[in-house]
């Protein structure tokens, strides 16, 4: 690959470092976290995302292993710029086979290269860093970097879900919109059987519901009459197929047989848990023994849509008085097939409501697939053009150059002493033990939040907008993360790994009570969603600085550049293994009892902890002395 750079040009680290590191950071957030969200949108189960999306973290787990193959062949600018290359080309191809019909399956094979591409860039562009610039200047810069790698992730979590629900929205119909308001002297009756309503067929696409102003009598009912409403809306629903069962894929969309391990191991332990602890439906009921009285909203498509074509339509409450609510029929699919019969709204009034007040509800529809693909060629046109800038605008370091005179032999054994040196460190196992349960709750947490975020009520979610969850997590969420990260180095530079363990323990394990706040009390308040996020990410953002300072503790020594890469080989199994079984469990157990499992998982992240040994200077800045 010819260059007009000239070797040893010296070119401006601040014309190359921030755009580095930027692109460093994207795909990994890409693969941690939009895809998931992504996913999500496309119906895909909370368990199969959470367990094939969780295999992701692969490549970073077991980057050690080929780390020393980029140091061998070629140089470390041409690793860069190769794998910019092919995580555009990557992103491109998910941003195709998105429409497809195998898509899961399909776009999770090209994630997992660009996973594989990512990690393999991760290496060469450290370093390259380290090769390009002298001591002085990686210290001005070492700021810098993670600025922009903060930055990427800013951009992933944040403003690519906003562009990606922007485009749910702009792809979609006209918005549906309908009022429920409370009456004292209308009589409310629902007729629990199906009706034909008076359609009109046009030839532009829209929404229409029946009645569009739902009114309901303030008189509370009997708990098995709200059932009977909430059964024969649901059934319908199901029997028409407005609602879809999240998808779950085998591969090559093959029926599997029941295997030995789903047979005895998987079915009957997944029955005892949730037999035994999975959360229960029930309903607020007043002192009368009643609860608040229903109605049904029809929702009906005005034209057939293509064939294969769906309208996902996805109703809320957006003003007026939050005692009304839709308790059932948040989410419906429009298809080839159902377009022309009624999809049931059922809206609740609180038992404790006695005045004639209103609501009024909008539904949103989009093309998600398109959407989706959309954003993720905006991604891989990002990639072009960074590739296209890093071809010219890196250095060509005289040191940067393989390592080819050594044999291979050479290479694999020097790599296996360096390797099994880590594991002959004093208390080797204990370190490990602490690397893979530290953030055991964490990596559960993180791979459900986006769902639960997104998940109707009706199925205990918080049921926000894909722009809603963009702005919580990647604006909100992530300036929180950065500042307790912060906030965790200014404090530990004063005193310490050894006397900050404990309390930054404690603040990466209990703010996950946010969310279980949050799932109990599934509060409305967008605020109240982004205070709750934000503690929660504050705590892991001020915890974790105990967690990266404890790998560089352990890593000191000889070769400690290549043991603190296998101490982030554990950091990621530490989040790839329980990530894998967090959809599984919470589909289970429900939202609600899933939180209070992430709360118990804080006992092993505790427990370890008294067993460390530390020095109690370790982490204190020099010249800094206690007042």
């Known amino acids: 690959m010819s260059d007009n750079s000239r070797p040893g040009k010296i070119r401006n680290p601040w014309a190359w470092i921030p755009t580095l590191y930027f692109a460093q950071g994207l795909p990994y957030v890409v693969a ?23 295999w992701l973290y692969l490549p970073w787990v077991i980057k050690p292993f080929w780390s020393p193959f980029v140091d061998m062949l070629k140089t470390k ?13 990557g992103l491109a191809g998910v941003a195709f086979l998105i429409p497809m019909p195998f898509f899961f399956q399909t776009t999770l094979a090209v994630l997992w290269l660009i996973a594989f591409s990512s990690a393999t860039h991760d290496i060469a562009a450290d370093g390259f860093y380290m ?84 009114v309901i009598n303030v008189n509370n009912i009997s708990v098995d009459s709200l059932k009977k409403i909430k059964t024969f809306a649901l059934e319908q629903n199901r029997i028409n ?143 072009t053009v960074i590739f296209t800038y890093h071809r010219f605008a890196l250095p060509r370091p005289v040191s940067d150059h393989s390592t ?59 049921g926000l907008t894909t722009g809603q969850v963009g702005l919580v997590y990647g604006t909100v969420g992530v300036i929180s993360l950065t500042i307790g990260g912060i906030v965790g180095g200014i404090a530990a530079s004063r005193k310490g790994l050894k006397y900050w363990i404990w309390p930054m323990a404690l603040c990466i394990t209990f703010p996950h009570l946010s969310y279980l706040y949050l799932s109990w009390f599934t509060p409305e308040s967008f605020l109240l969603i982004n205070i709750a996020v934000a503690i929660e990410l504050f705590g892991y953002g001020f915890g974790f600085t105990a967690y990266m300072l404890f790998m560089i503790y352990f890593a000191d020594g000889q070769h400690k550049t290549a043991h603190y890469a296998i101490c982030t080989g554990f950091m990621a199994l530490g989040m790839m293994l329980p990530g894998m079984a967090a959809g599984w469990l919470q589909e289970l157990l429900g939202y609600n009892h899933f939180f209070i499992w992430v709360m118990i998982c804080a006992i092993p992240t505790l427990a370890i902890i008294p067993f460390l040994k530390i020095d109690k200077e370790y982490g204190i800045k020099k010249g800094v002395t206690e007042g």
């Open 32 to 54: 941690m976290t939009v895809v998931v969200i992504m996913y999500k949108r496309l119906g895909i189960s909370n368990a199969d995302i959470t367990l094939y999306t969780s």
């Open 77 to 89: 600018r041409w690793w860069i710029v190769t794998m910019q290359l092919l995580i555009g080309a």
């Open 131 to 214: 090769l390009a610039l002298d001591s002085g200047q990686q210290s001005f810069f070492v700021g810098i970097r993670s600025t922009f790698y903060r930055l990427a992730m800013i951009t992933g979590q944040g403003l690519l879900i906003i562009i990606a629900g922007s485009l749910e929205s702009f792809t979609g119909l006209q918005p549906l919109q309908f009022t429920a308001q409370s009456s004292i002297t209308s009589r409310t009756e629902v007729v629990l059987n199906p009706r034909n309503f008076n359609v009109p067929i046009t030839s532009e696409m829209t929404f229409m519901a029946f009645p569009s102003n739902l």
């Open 241 to 383: 197929g407005f609602i879809v069962n999240e998808e779950s894929y085998s591969p090559g969309g093959v029926e599997k047989s029941e295997s030995w391990w789903t047979k005895h191991v998987s079915h009957p332990l997944g029955h005892f848990i949730k037999s035994n602890f999975g959360q229960k439906g029930g309903e607020t009921i007043g002192g009368n023994g009643k609860v608040g009285n229903a109605g049904l909203v029809a929702v009906c498509l005005t034209k057939q849509p293509g064939p294969g074509d769906n309208v996902v339509l996805n109703s809320r409450f957006v003003e007026g008085d939050k005692s009304i609510s839709i308790i059932s029929g948040e989410r419906f699919v429009f298809t080839h097939e159902n377009w022309d019969k009624p999809a049931l709204v059922v809206v609740q009034l609180d038992y404790k409501l006695r005045d004639q007040v209103s609501s009024e509800f909008k539904g949103i529809s989009g093309n998600l697939r398109l959407a989706w693909s959309i954003t993720f060629f905006i991604l891989a046109a990002f990639f």
């Open 404 to 462: 080819e005179t050594h044999s291979t032999a050479d290479i694999f054994s020097e790599f296996g002493k360096t390797f099994s040196s880590f594991f002959q460190k004093k208390n080797a196992g204990l370190a490990i033990t602490f690397l893979l349960l530290y953030r055991l709750g964490e990596a559960m947490l993180v791979k459900m939040s986006p769902p639960f975020l997104l998940d109707p009520r009706e199925l205990g979610g918080l």
